[in-house]
């Protein structure tokens, strides 16, 4: 891609409105403008990133048997109803009629829509396990929406629902979801940490929020520092190892706030091990058993030929959210950072121009054409400016890898550095390697 056709309309004033890094950088480089409170745009460059973070939470849902499918936002509010959760659930809830006058609304969640879904096609425990999921925007009518896409109201979101005909089933489709997380995160460049949550309007047992370090977080988290030391590549795909997984990571202390004892933190944690700071949630997970399934009449024939209520678990990742807590956990100092697999670019051109002389320009696109045939997503930047300009703009773009095209290009050697490090002279197929690993 050709900077010059680039749409990105970077600003060089750092926004007003905007408190915390994530929402600055996005306004700042055009990833996202504002459209009402609460409600933004996604710009082409925003939007890419978005949908590679997608990819990788598509690729790990499917990993472990969760099977796709798409639901709509427009919800019938009978179903709600129905669950007795249309008057509970307050007013982030969207509610609107048609022209008939029938009560819809727009879906925050979909536990009830799935649960219908359900009832109306599996009758047979040989049926289960399953696992559903749907990536889609949501609506919650946010009292203060605030901080950009980490505090909105539409949201991109994956949400996933497992159905078992029993508890024991229920809590090995509980492990799937818990490693698919941690392996989602694990690919994103973030060390999330699962931590025991409240319920809130979903309701159930058992939970746990996934929350990555962040001194802008919303949350205040007390957790054991020995819980970065687990391995997650020791356990294999089974029942047994990851109820052993589970039981590793749940075993050292890590709460936020509406779990906290000050008494159990101090006793079970040494102090020299004990973080306590803030933190950003980047998924949700639940089991809360019939909770849907008793209400809305979702039954199954069981094995002994009685009818079982199906057990039910929910699980959500906030993809559009995401965007933003990664900001958060790698921007520093002016300069962005994207990991290699959501960045926008796989690397960036950078010649120094001048109207009296285009030779660098005239190198660049050659190099640039050389990665196209190559299948390297590279991004050339062709506009005339200074080079120190060009240089503060990639900071904030974020993209790994620069080339830079100037006077110390000589021959097949150009200037390389990975954003944030040191410069070095390397030949076209270096750096082709580089790229690669």
Request: aromatic share 10%; net charge positive.
């Amino acid at each position: 891609m050709l900077l010059s056709k680039l749409f990105i309309p970077i600003t060089k004033d750092l926004p007003s409105d905007a408190k915390i890094k994530s929402h600055q950088l996005m306004l700042r480089t055009g990833m996202i403008r504002q459209s009402a409170a609460g409600i933004y745009s996604w710009l082409p460059l925003g939007f890419k990133i978005m949908k590679k973070i997608e990819l990788i939470v598509r690729e790990e849902q499917n990993n472990i048997g969760a099977q796709e499918m798409l639901m709509p936002t427009i919800q019938s509010a009978d179903i709600w109803k129905e669950s007795g959760r249309y008057d509970d659930y307050g007013e982030e809830m969207l509610r609107i009629k048609d022209r008939q006058g029938r009560e819809m609304l727009y879906g925050p969640t979909n536990e009830e829509l799935i649960t219908e879904i359900f009832r109306s096609s599996i009758k047979s425990y040989k049926s289960l396990p399953q696992m559903l999921y749907h990536i889609q925007w949501k609506f919650r009518d946010e009292v203060r929406p605030r901080f950009g896409v980490m505090r909105c109201r539409e949201f991109f979101m994956k949400d996933a629902y497992s159905f078992d005909i029993d508890e024991e089933s229920a809590k090995k489709s509980y492990n799937k979801m818990f490693y698919a997380y941690l392996k989602t995160f694990k690919r994103l460049g973030l060390e999330a940490i699962p931590m025991a949550a409240d319920t809130g309007p979903i309701g159930g047992d058992l939970s746990h929020e996934f929350v990555i370090l962040a001194e802008t977080g919303e949350s205040k988290i007390y957790t054991d520092k020995k819980i970065f030391e687990i391995n997650l590549n020791k356990f294999q795909f089974n029942d047994t190892s990851l109820e052993n997984m589970r039981k590793e990571f749940t075993s050292f202390y890590a709460v936020t706030d509406e779990k906290f004892n000050k008494g159990e933190f101090d006793k079970l944690v040494d102090k020299s091990n004990q973080i306590i700071t803030k933190g950003i949630e980047v998924g949700h997970i639940f089991y809360f058993s019939d909770k849907y399934s008793k209400p809305l009449n979702c039954f199954v024939d069981s094995q002994d030929g009685n009818k079982n209520s199906v057990k039910m678990g929910s699980y959500g990742i906030g993809v559009s959210r995401l965007v933003g807590a990664i900001i958060e956990a790698k921007y520093n100092n002016d300069i962005m950072k994207w990991p290699k697999l959501i960045s926008p670019f796989d690397i960036v051109i950078i010649p120094s121009i001048s109207k009296n002389n285009r030779e660098n320009l005239a190198k660049a696109n050659k190099i640039y054409q050389d990665l196209k045939q190559q299948n390297v997503d590279a991004l050339l930047d062709d506009v005339d400016e200074n080079m120190s300009a060009k240089f503060k703009k990639h900071d904030l773009i974020g993209v790994p890898y620069q080339i830079i095209i100037g006077s110390k290009s000589q021959g097949d050697k150009f200037e390389f550095k990975e954003i944030n490090g040191e410069t070095k002279i390397l030949s076209l197929k270096e750096i082709k390697d580089k790229i690669k690993n």
